[in-house]
């Protein structure tokens, strides 16, 4: 039987270690067991540990494209366009579950999510690219 890399918690438990060594490294900067910069340096390393997880997560699942193309056009709907964030999320959650119900939550089962990936890679430059000129 195959196991779905989801059905071991590893993205839940990697959440949890990254807020855990956060606080950890918070405690040790507040008594002055380590530097600013080294407190950065360990809060750096314990997202970039979690952002690893959640990408191989993403990607057994063959959900990377489509993670990637809702991040980036939510980014773009927030931040340059100034949209509210609770109906923002709410709407991506409306998507992604009927995306799911109808079994198509999978970056195989859309033809074109690949693109839709890239199109959002390049929305979201172009939207930061002309709001900071």
Known sequence: MSINISDRL???IAALTVVQLSAFG????????????????????????????IFDDLQRRSLINLAFFFGNTAAVFRMYLGMNKYYLWSG?????????RNG??????????LAM???SWIL???????KHR
């Open 117 to 119: 990936n890239v199109s």
């Open 124 to 130: 979201l430059l172009g939207t930061s690219y002309l």
């Open 26 to 53: 918070m405690t040790l900067r507040r008594k002055g067991h380590i530097t600013q910069k080294e407190g950065v340096v360990l809060y750096a390393l314990v997202l970039v540990l979690g952002m690893i997880v």
């Open 92 to 100: 991506v959650v409306a998507v992604l579950t009927l995306l799911m």
């Open 10 to 12: 590893s993205v839940q």
């Open 104 to 113: 198509l939550l999978n970056d195989d089962m859309i033809p074109y999510s």
